[in-house]
């Protein structure tokens, strides 16, 4: 148990540490504030067209007496919303990363450098570093859907499926956000996503301590964006600790590198 305490520090660590690094907060809030305002604009949207679109969906219902067609359609499209608002929620620190990948590498990197020690570098391009990322994302996603799924089938289950289950899907979550977050810095050091998962399964109390809590504050995305930089400085110090850096392989082809048959590219990024 002392593991889950152990990970609620590293989150701690993370936040002191961009705490203390006012510049670096900044460069990593970014992302995060130019997601938000996409997801806040497809929201808005959504909240404006949810009813025409299910009023296109269920032509069946013109000819429907009041209240019976106002009601289907209300129903719907508070539906449609509420699933839009789902999604949005469980895709926001996916997306994020994504379209952060450039500043939190560098962030990523920065902490590596202030904590001493080799600063590992994928050695890939920009370009690659992105596709292994939306490959990665898109996979665990899948994961995430997967047991969300079997999780919403035992919520029928009288008093474990309000009680146990619930708890089991922030544990789910809060593992898989672990994983998207240390890859940042993993990555990096030549793991590709079935190594960074057998790797994180040796210590799932360490990883649940870092991820269920972030996935309780992660519920609401503005707070996210405000997270996030810390919470990638303290999956980059909880990577350091899992792998020993100095041993991790370095960039070019080999075994359980992040690719292979790509040149080293310089950096291009910085804050």
Not at 18 to 27: K, L, T
Not at 190 to 199: A, E, F
């Amino acid at each position: 148990m002392s593991d889950l305490g152990a990970g609620f520090g590293y989150l701690m660590k993370g936040q002191r540490w961009v705490a203390q690094h006012g510049r670096w907060f900044g460069f990593g809030l970014l992302p995060g504030l130019v997601t938000l305002v996409v997801y806040a604009g497809a929201l808005i949207g959504l909240g404006y067209g949810a009813d025409d679109f299910v009023g296109w969906a269920t032509p069946f219902a013109d000819d429907w007496s009041s209240p019976w067609q106002g009601i289907l359609r209300t129903g719907l499209t508070a539906l449609v919303f509420v699933f839009g608002l789902f999604l949005a929620v469980i895709t926001f620190t996916a997306v994020t990363l994504l379209v952060g990948q450039p500043f939190y590498e560098s962030l990523s990197e920065e902490v590596d450098r202030s904590e001493g020690g080799d600063v590992p570098e994928s050695g890939l391009p920009l370009w690659r570093e992105l596709w292994i990322s939306a490959r990665d994302s898109v996979r665990i996603l899948l994961r995430v859907a997967l047991y969300g799924i079997i999780l919403f089938a035992c919520g029928f289950i009288p008093v474990i499926g309000q009680t146990v289950v619930p708890a089991i899907g922030f544990c789910v979550s809060g593992y898989f956000l672990a994983e998207e977050l240390t890859a940042v810095a993993l990555q990096r050091r030549g793991m590709i996503l079935k190594d960074r998962l057998v790797l994180l399964r040796g210590r799932r109390m360490l990883v649940l301590g870092f991820g269920v809590p972030l996935t309780l504050a992660f519920l609401v995305p503005v707070v996210a964006v405000f997270l996030m930089p810390g919470a990638v400085a303290g999956a980059t110090l909880l990577a350091r600790d899992l792998v020993d850096p100095d041993a991790a392989p370095g960039p070019g082809p080999g075994p359980g590198t992040a690719d292979s048959g790509d040149a080293p590219a310089p950096r291009a990024w910085s804050a």
